[in-house]
């Protein structure tokens, strides 16, 4: 079979189901991954100390990486050599399975026409996926199931609508319980998951509690890969029911009586709450969709139960739900980012700073209301708070310590580095970095240390404390000086004081140079 690298929101969610207490059976049941792969994974937690029943505490973003580590292999990603074979012969195969013969069957008429042996388990995945095998007509009617426990979900199409000069279409996202028969409809104009999601927490909010169990069908914001009996989900979608702690269990495709509660309610939405009414806005049109659902929906005999659904879901369904949780669910994005050569990534049109270690790496970044967490192969790499388009967030230690300080222009831990070599040296820095704009001069300190570098941080540290006696702030100067091994020089003019300098034969006081300027009196004239 070919191998399919397993999101980290999916290996998630296997060991949080094996931790409540789920089988391997169980778990493939729920359509994440297929017993096989789910045995890996829960095999390498119980390596790692892990037991069902110590709760979801311990499935940190640490321990999951180390599962992930274990069991992640290195594959290709595409199907193998047995599928490619199939569909080289697929005409061959396509006319047998028209027959209606056992697949069995097929298996030997292939091996005898060909003389290669196909596995079983390929041959009834590609039979059933590309060839149409076994696409049941009829079903059962399945029971309501216990209180409190199914929701099921569909989008109907509702009509046409024209507001403002606007016409639109208008749907609805339809949830029924599957027992008390009681439904939550949620006009609006989109499919997509943040649509499905707002009203998914309106439902909760309506209900007065979350149901542990939804049933929706195969809306592409909510399965990435539908298939009978497993059904990928997508991985927004996965992580709001890790939120919750509920169970989803998508239908089949093109198969409605799969959740017939809520495919006989759409007509009934359709007739009863949206033809022959006039709606102001979309906001209108939701606020009156819940008052029908309370009044008329709520308040009616239904013609299966013979009971009102507002009635049997006060009584037998609310006290069973799940507590809301206090604050709303906040949606995060998934992207999949390079970091660039500066080591920033791009996130939703801000970057985001990571270690240099993973330049030119693809990761993956989910990005909520207040934190960017970054993940590569599953594991947690990098954090960060979210901010806006156009705005950056750069972590200092990110960066080598060789460039840390001039990325960041933080000239106070530059000054630092310098005083570490000497007090002169640090106080030298500091008049170099002083006055306005000091990031202008930070050149000048590395020059300062690139001396010490060379020369040691004795002489450098002698030559500063001359310097700073006659108040000479230039590395030219320091370094010249330096060159020539004059920083302990006594004929060096850097040795000379300020008592030592030479008066000049006409030298003249400095107030002979200061300008006088005369008032001018009243009549414009001046006062000498």
């Known amino acids: 079979m070919a191998f399919r690298e397993v999101h980290v929101i999916e290996a998630r969610e296997v060991l949080r189901l094996w931790l409540h207490g ?89 091996l005898r026409h060909t003389g290669v042996s196909v596995p079983y388990r390929t041959l009834h995945r590609y039979a059933r996926e590309e060839l149409g095998f076994r696409k049941e007509t009829t079903t059962v009617r399945v029971a309501d199931g216990e209180p409190g426990k199914e929701l099921q979900v569909d989008f109907g199409r509702l009509g046409r609508v024209n507001w403002n000069g606007a016409v639109r279409e208008l749907h609805a996202l339809i949830l029924t319980a599957s027992h008390s028969r009681h439904m939550f409809v949620w006009p609006t104009h989109r499919q997509t998951l943040e649509a499905i999601l707002e009203g998914l927490e309106e439902a909760w909010r309506f209900f007065g509690g979350v149901f542990p169990v939804l049933i929706p069908d195969n809306t592409r914001a909510l399965v990435a890969q539908a298939d009978a009996c497993d059904s990928k989900l997508t991985v927004g979608f996965m ?7 509920i169970v989803v269990d998508p239908t089949r495709v093109r198969h409605p009586k799969d959740k017939p509660r809520v495919e006989r309610a759409v007509p009934y939405v359709r007739e009863d709450f949206f033809k022959g009414e006039t709606f102001i806005d979309l906001a209108d049109a939701r606020r009156r969709a819940e008052e029908w659902c309370r009044k008329d929906a709520g308040l009616r005999t239904h013609g299966t139960t013979k009971r009102t659904p507002l009635g049997v879901f006060e009584a037998e369904e609310k006290p069973l739900l799940q507590a809301v949780p206090d604050e709303p669910y906040n949606m995060p994005s998934w992207v999949e ?52 388009p ?33 007090e002169r040296i640090g106080e030298y820095a500091r008049r170099l970095l002083e006055g306005p704009l000091p990031w202008t001069r930070m050149r000048l300190c590395y020059r300062l240390l690139g001396l010490v570098q060379t020369y040691g941080p004795q002489r450098v540290e002698e030559a500063c404390r001359r310097a700073l006696d006659l108040d000479v702030v230039d590395v030219t100067r320091v370094s010249r000086m330096l060159a020539k091994a004059l920083e302990n020089h006594p004929d060096s003019p850097i040795q000379l004081s300020r008592a030592a300098v030479v008066h000049l034969r006409f030298e003249r006081p400095s107030e002979d140079f200061a300008a006088v300027r005369n008032n001018p009196d009243k009549n414009g004239g001046s006062n000498g």
Not at 73 to 79: D, F, I, T
Not at 239 to 245: A, P, R, V, W
Not at 360 to 377: I, P, S
Request: glycine share 8%; net charge positive.
């Open 22 to 110: 789920y089988s391997l059976r169980r778990i493939a049941q729920a359509g994440v991954v297929d017993r096989k792969t789910a045995r890996r994974y829960v095999t390498a937690a119980e390596e790692l100390g892990l037991k069902p029943g110590v709760g979801n505490e311990v499935l940190t973003d640490e321990v999951l990486g180390q599962v992930l580590d274990r069991v992640r292999p290195a594959g290709p990603g595409v199907h193998g050599a047995s599928w490619e074979f199939c569909q080289k012969h697929r005409g061959f195969l396509q006319e047998r399975v028209d027959l209606g013969l056992r697949l069995t069957k097929v298996q030997k008429l292939l």
């Open 239 to 245: 992580e709001y029911c890790q939120h919750l702690g």
């Open 337 to 388: 980012t390079t970091v660039r050569l500066d080591q920033h990534a791009s996130v939703l049109s801000a970057l985001y700073s990571l270690p240099i270690d993973f330049v030119r790496e693809e990761v993956e970044a989910r990005a909520d209301h207040k934190l960017v967490r970054f993940y590569l192969n599953g594991r947690l790499i990098k954090t960060h708070p979210r901010k806006q």
């Open 390 to 422: 156009g705005e950056r967030s750069t972590d200092p230690s990110d960066y080598p310590a060789v460039v840390r300080e001039y990325a960041m222009r933080d000239t106070a831990s530059l000054q630092d580095r310098a005083a570490g070599h000497g």
